[in-house]
């Protein structure tokens, strides 16, 4: 398979990128997080959904976030989604912080990230994700959960 513009860095962990794909992207937080810290997260993470990130699923459950998206075609060249999500756990957790009176936030700093390859592998995450609060028994239904916000359908295009 061949992606157009790809390119490769490392910190702790390898990042691949290229232009017009789908990317899976997961972190764990050092300490579950209740309701109002799960919201706070994904307000923080769904402020660039218009201008930057096109969000197909996000789910934040107690101990993990789950998400995937692909950069919008408009978003400036030098734009890292890395940064993006970094800034949003920052913002976050400040937030949390202040109201918790913790010394730390409680997220790690570094988030695991790949590029879908195909429909099927995008279908498998898509599903599994969906099903995670079930699965995690936070709730019976996943349109119960809060946590997780949906897009209308699963978007394949770009996906080989």
Known sequence: MA???????????????????????????RRELDER??????RQLLRGQT?????????????LTEMIFRVHP??????EFADFIEKAKVRAGKSI?????????????????????DDSEYETYW???????????LCEDPE???????ADMPHTEGVE
């Not at 490769?8 to 937080?29: C, E, I, K, N, S």
Request: proline residues 5%; hydrophobic residues 40%; neutral net charge.
């Open 51 to 63: 201008s930057k990130i096109e969000f197909n699923l996000l789910c934040i459950l107690p101990g």
């Open 127 to 137: 599903l599994r994700i969906l099903e995670s609060p079930v699965t995690a028994e």
């Open 97 to 117: 912080v202040q109201k918790s009176g913790e010394r730390f936030p409680p997220f790690y700093h570094e988030s695991f990230d790949r590029i879908l390859r």
């Open 3 to 29: 992606f157009r513009n790809f390119s490769m860095w490392r910190g702790r962990l390898p990042h691949w990128r290229a232009d017009d794909v789908t990317y899976y992207v997961t972190f764990r937080h």
């Open 37 to 42: 810290e799960r919201n706070d997260l994904m």
């Open 74 to 79: 408009s978003a400036k060249a030098d734009f």
């Open 144 to 150: 119960e959960y809060e946590s997780l916000w949906v």
